[in-house]
């Protein structure tokens, strides 16, 4: 008698306060590096994330972007292994304010 070993991905339900894509991206780790100056009331910081891409299928190459939930922050630039990524913010939908923007990365 043999067993055979099976791998199963746990998909997350649709959160509807979300507008990040955890069914295709799961963030794993976040290292964020900050300053504050208190005169400006301004913070100046760095995230890292460690994502692990899922995809359809559980086919990683499937994920055409990563969708992260933000709200009043002025991102400058973004980096995927170290290379500049395209990358767009949406613009708040007054109607849903709670949402914030969503930062989707290329």
Known sequence: ??????????????DPSSLSNPDQA???????DA??????????????YTVQLVGNNDDPSSVKNVKL????????????NDTPATFSMTVPDHQKSHLGSCLEIQ
């Open 1 to 14: 008698m043999t067993a055979a070993a099976t791998t199963t991905t746990t998909r997350l339900a649709r």
């Open 26 to 32: 799961h963030i794993t780790h976040l290292f964020w």
């Open 35 to 48: 300053s504050i100056n208190f005169d400006e009331q301004l913070i100046i910081a760095k995230a890292t």
């Open 69 to 80: 939930d933000t709200s009043h922050l002025d991102i400058h630039s973004v980096y995927v």
